[in-house]
């Protein structure tokens, strides 16, 4: 078996030219404007980017969870059987509400957001909470489920675990609210776990502690971890693969080591440069992207990323729009500057990476 017959074998979910359209009366906004990115068994792949480049949208359309007016109007999301064998599922062809989504939901691809608090009930106990998908999917009796309950909030390493499973989340801190809703999307056993920055609101300590916490489970389970966040110092801690998304689009992707050593978009040359670096002086300050991220109901003509880039050249970056390239094995990056890069498409011929032929038509 060759080593890239192996790693399509290890793709669980495989995301193809996904859009996801936020439609009003006057706009389009295009917050997710075709997206392919794969999430590997056992692996970490992080999206990254900027507050607004459609993250949180491509995450949520994954599961069908995008509010009106947002809708997916275009792309696959193939969820792969377990084992590698037999026909992956469409989730995107899926209604939004009916029984075959929500039967994935929780119990094949979980989710984990930004404010636990937001998230949890507060009349329900802690509990009751993490066991309601074990007596829904799993038929437990509630005490089972509690039983079940307790064990999971120790795997998340809760201290006291016995007495938190009777608390209600306004009786713990953020990091421990968020360690909860861990062990509620862990409940399940799921293939596939995708967090939404859920180390944002926690303090400093606490997120380390998070995202610790998020490399065992990745390790231990085996499960596919997507894992959304700006910061590309979270990046640096937890990534095996990474996909700098940039307005609506993923402008680079490959393996986390390259994307750090290596950085072949203009942007995410400018996010690493953000990045505060131990041992720099106190006095420098650190660079910021200049510019803002314009309105994707308004995107730029050619590359999405030339407004702000301090390398465009006028009359290419401002007509064209970049085709994907591949400089390396498991490398994409969408830029018409980017030297050595070779036409894009998977190494093997796949057809899971869009080529910059269809880059070009789809705008
Ligand atoms: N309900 C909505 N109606 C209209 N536009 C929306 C809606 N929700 C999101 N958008 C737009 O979609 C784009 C992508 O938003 P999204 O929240 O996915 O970005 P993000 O990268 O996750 O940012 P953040 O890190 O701030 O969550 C933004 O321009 C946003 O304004």
Redesign the pocket.
Known sequence: MTAETRERQDVVLDVQGLR?Y?T?DD?V?R??DGVDLAVRRGSTLCVV????????????SVLQL?????RVVDGRVLLHPAGGGGEPVDLAALHPTGKEIRSVRGREVAMVF?EPMASLSLVHTVGDQIGEPLRLHHGLSRKEARTRAVELLERVRVPGAERVVDSYPFQLSGGMCQRVMIAMALACGPRVLIA??PT?ALDVTTQAQILDLFAGLRRDTGMGLLF?T?DMGVVAEIADEVAV?YL?TVVEQGPVDEIFHDPRHPYTRALLEAVPRIGASRARRLPTIRGT?P???NQPTGCVFRTRCPEAVEGLCDTTVPPVTAPGPGRRVRCLLDEGSAPGGAPDGGDAVPTGKETVDAD
């Not at 980017?49 to 949520?60: I, N, P, Q, V």
């Not at 995008?66 to 947002?70: A, L, T």
């Open positions: 996801t936020f009003t706009t906004v917050a997710v980017g900027e507050s607004g480049c459609g993250k949180s949208a491509m995450a949520r995008v509010e009106r007016p947002g930004q939404d920055e944002t959304i700006h998304m609506g991220i309105d994707p109901g």
